[in-house]
């Protein structure tokens, strides 16, 4: 992982995340998507209310791996007949019923997921962890970064070292990776840091992990 943000940088970034994101729990028969040549927009009723967002890449193969659509033949339809392809996503949102999370950033939806998908999101995350890591003597974050589909924190111990052969140094320490995509669980994995290239090696059998899967979300939960 390369250095990424600064905390303070990474910080505003959750903080700006977090007032320009939505999340609606919807009946797919309430779902209905409208294609042109700039792309394909989603349009969500709820409550005698439209919202429209426009469908980002990552949201497109969710809603094809759940549909069970060759993504190949999905995407030719895309571009080249896009009346056919709001035809056929559009039918089988209606012929196959069921109540989906559909998670929106600035405007995007950005993630298309099951009703059951547990919310364990960045900035919470944050806000739990890194008062534990300031209480860890010794222990610094070495680098972080928040993209589209993951945050990173990684951390290391200053004061837990050995040296593996002259001249190099090792560092104990662990990574906590998390996702609001759907795109793997909140994991918390051993690192051995090593000083001469500033490079750490992740102990994955010995990573700790909690899924985001819980109950079905009720709709008083939006």
Known sequence: MKQGKTLLELGRELQRQRHNQ???????????VESNAYGSTLHISLEGK????????????QIVSRLNIPYRYY??????EPDLFDQNINR???QSPERRMIRVLYGKVRAFLSDRYRRLDNLELCAAVLPVIQEM????????????THLYL??????VKAEVKVGDVVQAGFVVSNSEVGLGSLRVEPLVFRLVCKNGLICKDLAQKKYHVGRQVNASDD
């Open 22 to 32: 939505q999340d609606f729990l919807a009946d797919t028969r309430s779902l209905e």
């Open 50 to 61: 439209t919202y429209g967002f426009q469908i980002g890449d990552l949201a497109h193969q």
């Open 75 to 80: 995407q030719k339809m895309q571009s080249d």
């Open 92 to 94: 089988w949102l209606n």
């Open 137 to 148: 003597q010794g222990s610094q974050i070495e680098s972080c970064e928040v993209t589209p």
């Open 154 to 159: 990684k951390v290391v111990n200053r004061r």
